[in-house]
């Protein structure tokens, strides 16, 4: 069984600095792909970075980043220059095989980004 | 519109009664899933569908719970005689299969009383 461990309930960063978000895994798949998402306390659910198990290079979405380390199973969220409006739940999410929509979630990171 | 749209966005039932729960996909994507989210938890798999047939619903907790997208567009999850634990957020979410992107709605927020 799949399984996502995020071990920071809660984190604090100042604004403009940057923080990164834990996220191990445990997968006897060798084809997966890892997910991050941002919700936000309206309760959508927004994709920010996708990264698949054999992708060489580490995946970049603007102020996103994907610190990806196979062998440690690992795959920790960077955000550079926080902004408040980062201030969310984050979310660390593997699929299961090929099916891109069926996920296993971890708990979630709750970030507070301070003024 | 052109996201993921979901209602009620909030509904109180009372133990026992029957509700639904209704997605609105992205026009065009042939995948929608459902996911049940607890308080203070990551959201949990439960159904999924390819335009009208259920491919997987190995996540459905309960006989309790039925889901169903008859046409491929509009979805329809149901749960029966609800009880205290069902309440949760319910989240749809549907996929493009052109790009690993996933949109999810903004949820239905089901308190059981």
């Known amino acids: 069984a799949q399984k996502i461990t995020q071990t920071q309930p809660g984190m604090f960063v100042q604004e403009k600095e940057a923080v990164t978000l834990d996220c191990t895994y445990d997968?006897?798949?060798?084809?997966?792909?890892l997910f991050w998402y941002k919700q936000p306390s309206s309760g959508e659910m927004i994709f920010l970075i996708y990264?698949?198990?054999?992708?060489?290079q580490n995946a970049t979405e603007g102020r996103y980043s994907l610190n990806f380390q196979k062998a440690r199973k690992s795959a920790n969220l960077v955000i550079s220059a926080s902004q408040l409006g980062d201030s969310a739940m984050y979310f660390c999410?593997?699929?299961?095989?090929?099916?891109?929509?069926?996920?296993?979630f971890g708990d979630g990171t709750t970030l507070t980004v301070k003024p | 519109g052109a996201g993921v749209s979901q209602s009620p966005r909030y509904k109180v039932a009372k133990r026992g009664q029957d509700v639904a729960l209704r997605c609105d996909p992205i026009s065009g994507h042939v995948s929608l899933f459902w996911y049940q989210q607890a308080l203070g938890q990551g959201p949990e798999f439960l159904t999924y569908?390819?335009?009208?047939?259920?491919?997987?619903k190995s996540g459905l907790p309960s006989d309790r719970f039925f889901a169903e997208r008859p046409e491929g567009s509009v979805s329809t999850l149901k749960i029966q005689r609800t009880q205290q634990e069902d309440s949760a957020v319910y989240l749809c979410?549907?996929?493009?299969?052109?790009?690993?992107?996933?949109?999810f709605g903004e949820g239905s927020w089901l308190t059981v009383v």
């Open positions: 997968t006897s798949d060798q084809s997966y792909g």
């Open positions: 990264q698949g198990s054999y992708d060489e």
């Open positions: 999410a593997m699929r299961e095989g090929t099916n891109a929509g069926k996920s296993t």
């Open positions: 979410a549907s996929f493009s299969h052109s790009g690993n992107t996933i949109y």
């Open positions: 569908f390819q335009n009208e047939a259920q491919l997987d």
